[in-house]
């Protein structure tokens, strides 16, 4: 991700389309007229149970959720690492805001602030009109302005799944439902987001046990397991925070000019100019990673190319120059059987984005000769939408592949509806996760709250007239201890 503007951190909403250039898909919605449908949640918060009886009968509200698969911390307030390291929170152990955190950092964040702007609208350059230097400074200059000017703006968006994530997420943990879009209720919300954020560390916590999360993994790159905003900081975050290795960097390091590429070589202590001084590369990259305690590596490739990796022989690769997009995909290929001889050797999980992008390219059918070949290696096929039916089949046919269904309520609740309505009398059930993909921990609460009910009306729905235990037992599993089993962290329920 490139920083524009100079780097600051409001750009960052809108440069990760770099990273994340994707199609805005809007949820179910609800008659403003009418007031809100059951599947949004009502006020009081807790109040709330659009599953019904079913969920109280399961007690699916009382079952911990492993947070598989998260991206905490990818807010503006926080802000962008250097050129292309994505978020401080990626490259930092203990990055905390920079300043006080807004409402708006978290609805306005890398996706909901950046499907606006795909849709034409930069949302924080609207005060830049008003001679402001970005949205949130006019909103703290003159709120009833500011919400007046993007409220047109909030309501296209208001039925999509991250709205209604984040919304419901505040409504549960603060109490506020800023679906009114009405001044009082945003003040009050803004206020609440800086207070709890005051102190990001105690507030993830306390707000992962009012939540019922049991475990968090991160996505991070290489650079965090080095790399502390503070000895502090830093040992708060990892006393509660695992990680996985983000190896997609890797794969564009063929550039002749490539700082990453320099400093990354700086960390190892090794040069990649080879096929030796590459395997050399990556292993000690791996042994940093294993002292950090990553949890495997994961790779979002699917953006911008196939997921489908050739074994390409040491000679046939070139390793820096002037690439053609034949010899950019060979060494790519290279890299990603490098790594994946690794986890499989360490017995790594691999994290594999599919679909929701490029979706001409992103299918996981190519994935499974990859499985095939690295059987002590389990791919976790994350978020899968459109290609729910063939994510069903890997899963059933592989041994070693699996489904995790973060951030599909985050793009829409019903494609969560569907893959379950898919997959539960196709797919074992020991081979679904159900994680949220989320930039904030409001947005995961929200994405967990459409989580526990629509896995509680599909139990009800596909549940073949099992005997309520082993249907709750079912959702233990894929909401906490499918997890525990893939990743080696925590204890079954």
Request: aromatic share 10%; charged share 20%; proline share 6%.
């Amino acid at each position: 991700m490139h920083a524009r503007g100079g780097g600051r951190p409001e750009d960052a909403v809108l440069d990760t389309l770099n990273r994340r250039d994707f199609i805005g898909i809007t949820a179910g919605g609800m008659a403003l007229a009418a007031g809100p449908l059951p599947w949004l949640g009502a006020a009081p918060a807790r109040a709330a149970n659009p599953g019904g009886s079913i969920m109280s009968e399961l007690g699916i509200d009382t079952l911990p959720n492993f947070c598989s698969h998260e991206h905490w911390g990818s807010i503006s307030a926080i802000g962008p690492a250097p050129a292309e390291h994505g978020f401080r929170a990626d490259t930092e152990a203990g990055a905390s805001p920079q300043r006080r955190v807004r409402i708006w950092d978290l609805v306005l964040d890398p996706y909901a602030g950046g499907w606006m702007a795909a849709t034409g609208v930069n949302p924080w350059g609207l005060g830049e009109a008003q001679g402001e230097p970005d949205f949130a400074a006019w909103w703290d200059r003159d709120p009833a302005a500011a919400l007046d000017a993007i409220r047109p703006h909030l309501q296209r968006q208001l039925f999509t799944g991250v709205f209604q994530c984040v919304r419901r997420g505040l409504l549960y943990l603060h109490d506020i439902d800023i679906a009114t879009l009405a001044l009082d209720d945003w003040q009050a919300a803004d206020a609440a987001v800086g207070k709890a954020y005051a102190d990001i560390f105690a507030w993830y916590g306390k707000a992962m046990g009012e939540a019922g999360f049991s475990e968090l993994i991160r996505p991070v790159h290489p650079e965090f397991y080095v790399r502390d905003e503070t000895a502090e900081g830093a040992a708060r975050e990892r006393a509660f925070t695992n990680t996985i290795l983000r190896i997609d960097p890797l794969l564009d390091l063929w550039k002749v000019d490539s700082p990453r590429r320099d400093t990354l070589a700086d960390l190892a202590g090794v040069d990649p100019v080879d096929a030796a001084s590459w395997r050399a590369f990556i292993t000690k990259l791996f042994d940093i990673a294993a002292a950090g305690k990553t949890t495997g590596i994961k790779q979002l490739q699917a953006y911008s190319r196939t997921l489908r990796y050739d074994p390409v022989d040491d000679a046939a690769v070139t390793w820096r120059g002037e690439l053609d997009a034949g010899e950019v995909k060979a060494f790519q290929d290279w890299v990603m059987h490098a790594c994946c001889a690794q986890a499989h050797e360490r017995g790594w999980p691999h994290q594999a984005h599919i679909g929701t992008h490029n979706i001409l390219e992103s299918s996981p059918m190519p994935l499974e000769p990859l499985a095939r070949r690295y059987g002590r290696m389990d791919i976790v096929m994350i978020h899968c939408w459109p290609f729910i039916d063939e994510a069903g089949w890997l899963a059933k046919h592989v041994p070693n592949m699996y489904i995790d269904t973060c951030w599909q309520p985050v793009l829409n609740p019903a494609f969560l509806r569907k893959s379950l309505r898919t997959w539960m009398n196709y797919v074992p059930t020991h081979k679904i996760m159900l994680a949220h993909d989320s930039t904030s921990i409001e947005m995961a609460v929200g994405s967990s709250r459409f989580t526990r009910e629509i896995l509680a009306e599909s139990l009800q729905s596909h549940g073949c007239g099992a005997d309520p235990s082993l249907r709750r037992q079912a959702a233990a599993d894929m909401l906490h201890n499918n997890a525990v089993r893939l990743y080696g962290i925590g204890e079954t329920y």
